[in-house]
Each structure stands twice: as structure tokens, then as C-alpha cells.
């Protein structure tokens, strides 16, 4: 099956930046299958952008290899690279002077595609946009998301089989989001493609994302398909209602420490992990001190962002 | 994949002059200001109808190393700022070709400026130049030394980014020390032999030595003046070639390509 085969496998990936103390990233091992989104997530800083210029050939790594659908980066760089689509973050990625149709045709052709198939594929791409009326405007005459949305057809023009995108919906408006959101399902359910995801919206990521790899200061935290990973977040996390207002604690050994408490109109959410049955009888038996009626207690859905949050400031731990 | 590569850059410079097509209009007229303008001061007032030929010549290739230089240092800059830089480097293409061919369409887009500047100056004042077949390869050799220079300055743009006044300092000196203005042999000893280091001064001269002086390549190549030449080009190239590849690593190693 086409989603067993590794599209891109690193090992023990390292980067020290010349005059840095410290490694931007450090022995930092993945692999990501074909036909599958892969989300790498973490905060400003954690090496997320320096993984995806090691992986895109930008950055030459100080230690570790990169195999791009089995061929090493640095031995055989034209074929890995011939693979990819890139598209990165907080840059143009296509030139502003040119149109639509000529950005498409020219990146085309840096990737050795040309003639009928090519043009037929831009064509393609455009329709697809809503773009192909609009063709023979300059790109800066666009909006930031349609702009947004010509780079990444820029990027799959010569129909790459791994599709990079660092924050790719950074700065879009709702209809964009929905518009690139649409694109990264079809790339990699309908098409095949690897998509490499970096992104702050960790809501996109949970929609969108088979895979997901977490960072923080340059070393995995985690790494793990998405529903394994909510899975394990899943155990010991409750959700309990109770009516009204949470009554303030009397005593200063809250055990409700570390709960979301959300007040609505009419009830009280409380949002929770406890360390086995006994500590979930504690938390019930606080409720019951504070004389709060219960509605509802019921294991809580986990997302993406509570995973992250937790992974993130329990770090540094082993991964996952 | 390979000719593609060079043809698709040519094209987009094409494109790039005709969508700036007011920025070098300006440029062109600019460069036609400032050869009246030499003109008029060497000649102490007047437009010397005699000198002006032989200014004309060294002003062209001087005119090639501005934009050689140009395009290698601000529009470098400018690439790397808007993204386009690293699109390049994530191209099965060598970057080597990529950059060959951008030099290429430097040179067919300051070909046609340059040859509407100066056929639009033969026509105001005159002047008689016949530039026959023999001037071609003196001059291809002269534009390898330039563009050597030019990856120079390119690969110094790349690890250490803002090096535009040094850009500037480097197009200025040519001007006045390459024999643009005034034939080295005319300099003091130890500027001519300054100048006829710098990359385009053996060009210029051997270039009048055809174009004005009207001698035949061939003794050109007797008094040893084509082999200087070429050998001056190729270490140009050379060198330009290797700084830029070590530069390009460097940017690599210190995750720098894309920094402005």
C-alpha cells in the first residue's frame, strides 16, 4: 500500500548553527508516508523551519540524512528535490511582476516541464482557483490568499509527489483557509501526495493532519498518527457539568488545580485530566463540599491543542 | 532540462524589462546623460567629435559590467527578500544553471538596451564606428571577465548580504580606472598596472584596437593581446564561479539564503 511506503525518512537529523551553543535541532528522526498529511508543530523557535530547509536542501545539516523517497538529499539531490513542492513561510514564493500564468509557466520549467503538458496542467490548476479569468494579471494586483493560493500551484505545477507547506494559511481570510484546506485533503487523499505541514492553527492541523510530530527547543516531543496521539490524551481526561456558578474553594489544597473551569448562563464546565479512579473521586467529592449540583461527568474529547500544551510544557521528556 | 533552464530565465528577463519597462527607459536615458556629460567635460567643453568613439566603446563595456554587477547584488538581494531565491535552489536544475542563465538574460537584456543607447548616441553626434565580426569574440571574452566579477559580488551578496555599496564603490572605480575614459596608457605606471587587473580594462583596450584602430585579429593574437585577454577572462570566471559556490555554501551552512 502506497501509505506504508516512507516518502521522506530523516535520521538523527542535527543542526547547529555556526556560533551557536546550543542545536536548532537535535537528533530529530521521522518519517512520513505517502498519501498522508504530516503536521510538525511547535512554538516560534522550536525548529520546525530549520527541519524544512534541511528537507527542501536550503540548510545543509550538521549531522544525520534525509531520504526523500529513498534517495539520499545530499548524494542525489536533483531527483530528491525533482520530488518536491515547496512552499514557505512569510515569503512571496513567486514573482509579483509576472502573471499568474507566466509564475506558473516559469516554475513549471525550473522543474523541466514544458509545451502542451505543461500549459495544459497550469490551465488546470487555474480553473481550479477560480483564477483562470484573471490569468494575465500581475500577481501583485491579487489579494494576499489568492496570491497565496498561486504560490502553492506554483509549487505542484510539475505535480510533486511530496508537497511542503510552511504556515500556509498564515494571514488568510476564512474563504482562503477553506479554499487551501480543500487543496491539502485532495493532494493527499485523492492524489497520493505527502503534504509536510507546519502551522499555528492547530485546528487546521487536527482536521487536516494523519501524522502529527510535535517540537519544542529543537527535539521531538512527540511523534505519532493524530488519533493515537488524541487517543492516549484521552485517557484520564473528564469533562464534568455541574448547575450554576463553581462555589469558591474554602481550603488552600485545591485538588481542582490544573481544570479548565468554563462558567455559561445556567452551568459550570469543568474541563480535566486526574491519575486514575481515586483522584477522580476526590475531584467529585471537592464538588460535592463546594455543594455544587452535578449534571454531567463523562470522559472529555481531547484536542489537538490541549495535547499540544501539555506535550509542549511537560518537555523536556522522552518522546513519545 | 538544461537549455530549457537557460531559455526559461532569458524569458523571464525579457519579461521583467517590459514590466519595468518605464524603470529602464529611465536607466537608458540616465546612462545617455551621463556619456554627454564625460563627453563634454574630457573634451573641456565641447563634444569632441574625434575622442568620442573610443569613449564609446570603453562606456559600453562598462555599461555591461554596471548591469553584471547589478544584477548580481540588489536583484540578488531583491530574490532572496521576496522568496524567488529559494524557489531557485528547490529546483531539480543546478543552481549553476539557473544563475548561467539569469547572466544570460543580463546579457540579452543589456544588449538591447545598450544597443538602443548607443546606436541613439552614433546618431546625434555622428560618430563612425564599424563594429565588424572580429569584435565579437574579443568582446565574449570580455563579458566572461565581467560576469566572473559579477558572481563574485553575487556570492559576497549571499553569505554576507547588504554588500549594494560595495556594488557601487566597485561600478564607480571601473569607470574611471578601466580605461573607460581614458586610455590606461595614458595612466601613471603603478595605476595602469592597478587598472589592467581589473576585469574589463584588457577588453576595453583590445576592443579600440579593433573597433578604432581597425587592426585584424589576427595581430591581435601575434603581440600576445587575445591571449592576455583570455586567460585575464577565464581567471575571472573562475574565481567569480568558486567565491560564488563558496559563498552559496556558506549561506547554506549558516541557513542564511534566504536572509536579506
Not at chain 1, 504556515?167 to 487551501?180: F, I, K, M, N, Q
Not at chain 1, 507546519?198 to 493524530?226: K, N, Y
Not at chain 2, 548561467?100 to 543589456?110: D, L, P, Q
Request: contains cysteine; aromatic residues 8%.
Amino acid at each position: 500500500m502506497a501509505a506504508d511506503r516512507p516518502s521522506v525518512e530523516i535520521a538523527d537529523l542535527t543542526k547547529t548553527y555556526p556560533g551557536a551553543r546550543v542545536p536548532s535541532v537535535d537528533r530529530v528522526s521521522l518519517s512520513m508516508a505517502a498519501g498522508r498529511v504530516f503536521a510538525l508543530l511547535g512554538a516560534n523557535g522550536a525548529g520546525k523551519t530549520t527541519i524544512i530547509k534541511m528537507i527542501c536542501g536550503l540548510v545543509i545539516p550538521t549531522a544525520g540524512t534525509i531520504r526523500i523517497a529513498g534517495e539520499d538529499l545530499q548524494r542525489n539531490r536533483r531527483h530528491a528535490i525533482a520530488r518536491m513542492g515547496v512552499v514557505l513561510e512569510g515569503t512571496r514564493n513567486l514573482y509579483w511582476r509576472l502573471t499568474a500564468w507566466e509564475n506558473l509557466l516559469y516554475f513549471g520549467r525550473l522543474r523541466g516541464w514544458w509545451g502542451r503538458r505543461l500549459h495544459a496542467r497550469a490551465e488546470m490548476l487555474l480553473r481550479d482557483l477560480a483564477l483562470w479569468d484573471r490569468r494575465h494579471q500581475t500577481v501583485r494586483q491579487f489579494s494576499r490568499g489568492m496570491q497565496q493560493q498561486v504560490a502553492i500551484a506554483a509549487a505542484v505545477i510539475a505535480d510533486p509527489s511530496i508537497v511542503i507547506l510552511d504556515e500556509p494559511t498564515l494571514g488568510l481570510d476564512a474563504e482562503a483557509t477553506r479554499r487551501v484546506r480543500r487543496w491539502v485533503t485532495a493532494m493527499t487523499h485523492d492524489q497520493g501526495k505527502t503534504v509536510i505541514l507546519t502551522t499555528h492553527q492547530l485546528d487546521m492541523a487536527q482536521e487536516l493532519s494523519d501524522d502529527v510530530a510535535i517540537m519544542s527547543r529543537g527535539r521531538l516531543v512527540a511523534c505519532r498518527p493524530m488519533h493515537e496521539l488524541l487517543e492516549m490524551s484521552r485517557v484520564g481526561a473528564y469533562r464534568i457539568r455541574v448547575k450554576g456558578t463553581l462555589p469558591i474553594a474554602g481550603s488552600d489544597a485545591d485538588v481542582l488545580n490544573g481544570w479548565q473551569v468554563t462558567d455559561g448562563d445556567d452551568e459550570t464546565v469543568l474541563l480535566g485530566h486526574v491519575t486514575g479512579d481515586a483522584a477522580l473521586y476526590g475531584v467529585l467529592d471537592e464538588l460535592r463540599r463546594r455543594r455544587a449540583s452535578l449534571i454531567e461527568v463523562a470522559p472529555a474529547e481531547p484536542d489537538l491543542e490541549d495535547v499540544y500544551l501539555r506535550l509542549v510544557h511537560a518537555a523536556p521528556v522522552a518522546a513519545l | 532540462m538544461y537549455l530549457l533552464v537557460l531559455a526559461n530565465e532569458i524569458h523571464k528577463g525579457l519579461l521583467h524589462v517590459w514590466r519595468y519597462r518605464i524603470n529602464f527607459l529611465a536607466q537608458l536615458a540616465m546612462f545617455s546623460f551621463l556619456f554627454v556629460g564625460i563627453g563634454f567635460l574630457m573634451g573641456r567643453g565641447r563634444m569632441d567629435a574625434a575622442a568620442l568613439p573610443s569613449m564609446l566603446v570603453g562606456f559600453v563595456v562598462w555599461y555591461y559590467a554596471f548591469m553584471a554587477i547589478l544584477s548580481m547584488s540588489s536583484a540578488l538581494a531583491t530574490e532572496a527578500q521576496t522568496g524567488t531565491l529559494e524557489q531557485a535552489y528547490i529546483s531539480p536544475a543546478p543552481p549553476a544553471w539557473i544563475f548561467a542563465g539569469r547572466a544570460m538574460a543580463t546579457i540579452v537584456s543589456t544588449t538591447l538596451m545598450g544597443g538602443v543607447m548607443a546606436g541613439a548616441l552614433v546618431l546625434i553626434f555622428g560618430l563612425r564606428i564599424t563594429v565588424g565580426l572580429a569584435a565579437l569574440p574579443v568582446f565574449g571574452m570580455t563579458l566572461a571577465g565581467v560576469f566572473g566579477f559579477g558572481f563574485m559580488i553575487g556570492g559576497a551578496t549571499l553569505a554576507f548580504k547588504r554588500v549594494d555599496a560595495v556594488g557601487n564603490l566597485v561600478q564607480n572605480m571601473l569607470l574611471f580606472m578601466n580605461g573607460t575614459l581614458l586610455p590606461v596608457d595614458h595612466f601613471p605606471g603603478w595605476m595602469a598596472a592597478m587598472a589592467n587587473t581589473l576585469p574589463t580594462t584588457r577588453g576595453i583596450s583590445a576592443l579600440r584596437a579593433i573597433v578604432i584602430d581597425r587592426q585584424p585579429l589576427a595581430r591581435l593574437w601575434e603581440d600576445g593581446t587575445l591571449a592576455a585577454l583570455a586567460v585575464h577572462s577565464a581567471v575571472y570566471l573562475l574565481a567569480g564561479w568558486l567565491t560564488f559556490r563558496w559563498c552559496e555554501r556558506h549561506a547554506r551552512q549558516h541557513g542564511t539564503l534566504g536572509h536579506y
